[in-house]
């Protein structure tokens, strides 16, 4: 067999570049295949490289690395590209909430309606999408039958763009579904005999179908919300599956909300820190607050720099064997308390032979190439499967994927006209207003993001945090795109 190439462009991003490294060492048709792990900073490529060097070798699987920092040569040649940059870091995220914030938008002003997860940004986000689209662009040029995994957000903005205005090959992949498998759990239900479906467009899917053992299961969770929802209390702020924002949204749309969609309601739960822990619990109110966040991100930095820590202790011992108990030891140590069960989990979750990520990226190009066949949810565009919803805007859905590609399950039941009505429309026209946005250059269509925002309360208001943005000296061609208004 043909070696095959498979990119992944922000492979810096180490602790998801490491699950899908762990997944193509687990996956035998795969074997042979040349990993181009391609990223901007240098220092965080070279640590994911040796950590995934130490991977295979350890899990004995037959791939060849490279990293480079150029897009040209990364894209050349690949049949699999899987983006997962974020343009700017988190820093730039945050410089923009700071600007937002003066101005009177609490959480920023990409904080919107049915959008609130805290690094989903469509107003400010132009370098992310400008990105994302170049690397469309050039995978049309340079390999223009490879296909695009897209996991970098906002995938429901991107895929829609890419999937309309690049002939490529092109596929939006997240991994909120899960959040079904945590019902699952909860209840005591044996997964083998429960049979789901969710459907709606990313960050927004609503559990449709809901069986087990042939027997309608969603009194379960009625009985579940009775019984315990009044003494529930979050884990940690990702906690809110079954939180009473999720019982609220439950009883006002008559569907369950899954995975991020719990994250993304209306205002009703996110007017400030003290709605937010009304809904999402004590004591950070859950993840896109300022409290959630903050945690969250200082977690997500520690264990960052403790990658690198890892793959420095590998390139100084490099005979030490991951599973060794003395190396186990000193790795632990590397950890800081509060993220070492974390860590732990990541780093060695890879070395069980049996257990693939949960990522569904590797299964979806085994399917691709070696005809394995199997079920994803994934965002592509309509076409036909949830009526009512126009063919071109991508959702998430239920799927197989075969050789021949990504075929859409029927969702059967349909999704109840209320989630379409109230929840699905007014968040596809947020996502066209975006793309409306980017495609004209028209900064009158940024403004009017924020004209409709139940925060402003002057068009002064508007401009004065609109030109704040734009003047960041990183916003220099979001600056001059927007420049001129067409409106
Ligand atoms: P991160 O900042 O930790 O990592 C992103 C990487 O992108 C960094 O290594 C950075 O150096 C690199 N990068 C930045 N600009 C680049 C460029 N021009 N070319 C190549 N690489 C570049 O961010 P993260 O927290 O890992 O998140 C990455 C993205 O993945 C975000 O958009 C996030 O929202 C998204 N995400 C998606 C899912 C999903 O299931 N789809 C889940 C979690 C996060």
Aim: net charge negative.
């Amino acid at each position: 067999m043909a070696a095959t190439k498979l990119s992944i462009i922000g492979a810096g991003s180490a602790a998801f570049s490491l699950s899908l490294v762990g997944d193509l060492c687990k996956t035998r048709g795969l074997s042979g295949s040349l990993v181009s792990l391609m990223d901007i900073d240098r220092d965080r490529l070279n640590a994911v490289h040796t950590l995934a060097r130490k991977y295979a070798e350890e899990l004995g699987a037959d791939l060849r690395f490279e990293t480079t920092t150029s897009l040209e040569d990364t894209i050349k040649d690949s049949s699999f590209v899987v983006n997962t940059a974020l343009v700017g870091g988190h820093s730039y995220f945050e410089k923009v909430r700071q600007i937002s914030e003066k101005h009177g938008y609490y959480r920023g002003i990409d904080s919107q309606e049915f959008n609130m997860v805290s690094d989903y940004y469509t107003i400010s986000n132009f370098n992310q999408l400008k990105f994302m689209h170049d690397v469309a662009k050039m995978m049309e040029k340079l390999s223009p039958k490879a296909w695009l995994l897209q996991a970098a957000n906002p995938v429901f903005e991107l895929t829609n763009l890419i999937s309309r205005t690049v002939p490529i090959n092109m596929v939006g992949i997240c991994h909120g579904h899960h959040g079904v498998d945590y019902i699952v759990e909860v209840l005591g239900l044996d997964k083998n005999k429960v049979e789901w479906q969710v459907a709606g467009v990313n960050h927004g899917i609503w559990l449709t179908k809901f069986l087990d053992d042939g027997k309608d299961a969603y009194p379960l969770i009625d009985e579940w919300f009775e019984k315990e929802l009044e003494n529930w209390k979050p884990t940690n702020p990702f906690d809110d599956q079954l939180s009473p924002v999720a019982a609220d949204m439950y009883q006002f749309y008559g569907r369950m909300p899954v995975g991020d969609t719990v994250r993304n309601g209306s205002w009703k739960y996110h007017y400030n820190l003290e709605t937010k822990k009304k809904w999402f619990g004590e004591p950070w109110g859950g993840v896109d607050s300022e409290l959630g966040w903050k945690w969250y991100q200082e977690r997500q930095a520690e264990i960052a720099l403790t990658m690198q820590k890892v793959a420095k202790y590998f390139q100084e011992n490099p005979k030490a064997k991951l599973l060794s108990k003395e190396t186990y030891e000193e790795i632990i140590a590397l950890a800081k308390d509060e993220v070492k069960e974390e860590f732990a989990q990541g780093i060695y979750k890879i070395l069980d032979p049996e257990k693939k990520s949960g990522e569904q990226h590797i299964l979806l190009v085994d399917a691709l190439l070696n005809d394995e066949k199997v079920d994803l949810v994934l965002n592509v565009l309509n076409q036909g499967t949830i009526p009512g919803i126009p063919d071109d805007v991508a959702v998430e859905i239920p799927v197989y994927a075969d050789k021949d590609g990504i075929h859409p399950y029927k969702i059967e039941p349909d999704i109840p006209e209320r989630i379409k009505k109230m929840y699905l429309m007014p968040r596809i026209l947020r996502m066209e207003w975006a793309l409306e946005a980017f495609l004209t250059g028209d900064r009158k269509v940024l403004e009017e993001f924020l004209i409709r925002d139940p925060r402003t309360e002057s068009y002064e208001q508007v401009v004065r945090v609109i030109d704040e943005v734009l003047n960041l000296p990183e916003n220099e061609e979001m600056r001059r795109h927007y420049s001129s208004s067409q409106g």
